[in-house]
Structure formats: structure tokens, C-alpha cells
């Protein structure tokens, strides 16, 4: 299977701490960008939306997130988990 065919495929999280919020049906799918590539690894990258400018690029543009929107995020601002986790 070529990657490009899993794009826009969802899949089941392995862990279910974000599967249950409002905003969950836009989560866990997959996405493409130009930044990702297999010259330099398997070209396969996590999106986490609260923790670089790339990956919240990338959701923004997928509509994985809302500017402005409330991000995915699993650490407070210690960087201790949520007590969701």
C-alpha cells in the first residue's frame, strides 16, 4: 500500500483520552504534508497540535483543529497530565 492511499482513513486511537470530546470526530485520521517525507525516516509523523508550529499547521489545515479553537493537549502548564489522563 502506498501512503498517500491512507490519507483521510480514520483509525481507532490506541489510547482513548481524547476519543470521547466534542470535537473527537475530527480526530484520528490520517493527514499528508509536504514536510513529512521517507528520505529521512519511515514518513510517518504523530500530529500533536499543542506542541509545534508544524503539526498545527498541519491540523489547522486538515480542520483537525479551529484557529483560535481549544487545542488537544494532555500536560498542564507544569508539565504534569491532566487529571483526563
Do not use: M
Not at 37 to 52: E, K, N, R, S
Not at 58 to 64: M, P, Q
Amino acid at each position: 500500500i502506498v501512503g498517500k492511499d491512507l490519507v483521510g482513513k480514520t483509525y481507532k486511537p490506541l489510547f482513548d483520552f481524547f476519543a470521547s470530546t466534542p470535537d473527537s470526530s475530527r480526530y484520528f485520521r490520517v493527514l499528508s504534508d509536504t514536510y513529512v517525507t521517507d528520505d529521512a525516516g519511515t514518513g510517518i509523523v504523530h500530529q500533536a497540535p499543542a506542541f509545534g508550529e508544524d503539526d498545527y499547521r498541519v491540523c489547522l489545515s486538515h480542520g483537525v483543529i479551529i484557529k483560535g479553537g481549544e487545542l488537544p493537549c494532555p500536560v498542564d502548564f507544569n508539565g504534569n497530565f491532566t487529571d483526563d489522563i
